[in-house]
């Protein structure tokens, strides 16, 4: 995933790092700006979330396990059984329980996938560096903020896209000691990089990176009450991050396909235009059905339409963290014999 094989801390190169790292920031915080200053607009962010976050994002993702047969024939449950079984899952949960506890379920989901990504990325430029800091510190720093934050919000309770989202408190005075201590585990990560200054092992691109970490999710769960705003910031930032991640993983394996074989989709992911194009169109028609279903004829069909969605984005949450882990355990495993 890294530049070169000598470690310069860059994942591809500066241009790409600075996009990389300062583009979906950019798009967080100018959401934040639109949406606090008009808070009506919040369902045109979420439009924007859905062409970028979430169908743009998942196309990738699919594009990954299609990406050539042994990656069909691997990862084919993700298309076939694994959908079905998960979106009745999410029939059941939504008859038995109500769309609350599936709400719920799916707004703790979704920010475990955003945190656990930024934990990888952020892995990615330590690696890619003479970084020398413990591997117990960067998931530590990347970990503890937005769970403090979790915490915080849930004490106080909040809502996700009108549904009030299932939640305890586990005390202030407790809340209050988690974040003293992810406040001396924040000290520690500083003073580990001024040592790394020191030492001249600092990475600009994995301390940028980080910094964005924290900016990103206290703006999605502290800066909003409104957790549905927050978490359309969050959401931008995570989606153009990654399509630009696995834009940059494609361009480094598409020379290396075996005998040939390119599908369809390779030609849509390389390409930025086409690319672009692509998702703009069926992110339009699925917006344009949102309205339809919501105009009041149709409106039996909103349920059904969004556990759809939410089955797509649960079985993308899993495909996602399979086909990027496993092939590194396999590596490990390897050197180990």
Known sequence: MCATDIKTGSMRNPVFDSFFIFLPLAVAIVCAIFLKNDPTQTYLAIAGVFWIASNTHAFMTYVK???DQPSRKKYMPFFTWIPLLIFISCVSIWSL???????????????????????????IYRK?????TPSWLHQSIIYMFPFWALLLSMHHGFSFFKFEVYSFSIGIPLITIFGLA???VVLIWLGHQIKNVIQRTFSMWYFLYVITHFIVFYIGL??????TQGWACMAFWHGIQYVLFVWNHFERI???????KITLFKPVAKNVV???LVCGITSSGTIYLIKILLSGAFIWAVPVFFTFTLMLNFNHYLLDAIIWRRPKQKEKVAKQT
Request: net charge negative.
């Open 65 to 67: 396990a299609m990406w």
């Open 182 to 184: 992810t406040s001396m």
């Open 274 to 276: 086409l690319f672009t």
């Open 222 to 227: 502290i800066y909003f009450e409104d957790k």
């Open 254 to 260: 598409s020379g290396k396909d075996a005998e040939g």
């Open 128 to 132: 890619c560096s003479n970084d020398t």
């Open 97 to 123: 329980a109500g769309g609350a506890a599936l709400v719920s379920i799916y707004y703790y989901t979704q920010l475990f996938h955003y945190v656990r990504q930024s934990y990888g990325l952020g892995g």
